[in-house]
């Protein structure tokens, strides 16, 4: 059967956690999808993780569009959402709609993801919720905003911690179905959960989540660099590099095709 939002708040009353990957083509969704993952989210890390992008900030609407209908198309059980992309719903709430219509209508999303919790956010979320938009919320360490957060932990400081409290409370009066918690303290983490009635995904925010999320590329040991608090399962990259260095020697020794 497949997960839809309703289910996912369903989860979150049974205490059954979540488990949330990040895709961004066909045969990786249907990797993750076949093995039984809940939600495939087509981060805007696409950016960093495909297109070869120094952070978040230059992925369009477009390269989105085209990765998350790959996704959808590898994807029969999960939920597939689209992270909206940098200035393509912060301009206007007419520009927000355009895009998650997008996102739905033409990519195959079954949800839209948004950062933040400014008053013009949660105006957007209110009305995407309002025309059967579902929408995740991001709150924390926001990568969009990276030239203002920069990558570090948010809310360590007392006040800071309100803050995002207070924001992941409006993000879920505003209709959220879900929100990521990003790189916060595990207590902040455990404090949001218990407040607000929809499922917290946290990464990097310790085990009080409803559920957890990671770039598959670092679960996969596909990525060069990555955050402190990713987990590498496998190291991909290396078995990879020595099965390409095998096919190399294969062919310069003429011995591939036997
Ligand atoms: O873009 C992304 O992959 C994300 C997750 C890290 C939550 O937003």
């Known amino acids: 059967m497949s997960v839809t939002t309703r289910k996912l708040i369903e989860w979150k009353q049974q205490g059954r956690s979540i488990a949330v990957l990040t895709a961004w083509d066909c045969a990786i969704a249907n990797l993750l999808d076949e093995a039984g ?3 495939i989210l087509v981060g805007d890390s696409l950016a960093t993780v495909a297109l070869g992008y120094k952070n978040t900030l230059p992925v369009t609407l477009e390269e989105m569009l085209h990765h998350t209908a790959a996704v959808s198309r590898g994807t029969k059980r999960a939920l597939v959402i689209c992270d909206l992309p940098f200035l393509s719903y912060q301009e206007s ?11 739905l209508k033409e990519a195959g999303a079954q949800a839209v993801k948004v950062e933040g919790a400014s008053p013009d956010i949660l105006a957007t979320i209110r009305k995407l919720t309002a025309i059967g938009i579902p929408v995740m919320g991001h709150v924390g360490l926001t990568p969009q905003s990276v030239y203002q957060l920069g990558y570090k932990q948010q809310g360590k400081t007392e006040e800071r911690g309100e803050q995002i409290l207070q924001e992941a409370i ?4 505003a209709g959220a179905f879900s929100i990521i918690l990003e790189h ?3 207590d902040l983490a455990a404090k949001i959960t218990k407040q607000v009635p929809i499922p917290t995904i946290g990464i990097g925010a310790g085990s009080h989540c409803d559920g957890q999320v990671l770039v598959t590329a670092d679960l996969l040991g596909l990525s060069k660099k990555q ?3 990713a987990k590498t399962y496998l190291n991909l990259r290396q078995i990879a590099t020595q099965a390409v260095g095998e096919f190399i020697n294969e062919v310069r020794e003429q011995k591939f095709p036997h």
């Open 184 to 186: 916060i303290p595990s």
């Open 37 to 39: 993952i809940d939600i």
């Open 170 to 173: 409006a993000v879920t009066e």
């Open 93 to 103: 709430i007419e520009m927000a709609v355009r895009s998650a219509g997008r996102a």
């Open 227 to 229: 955050p402190p608090f």
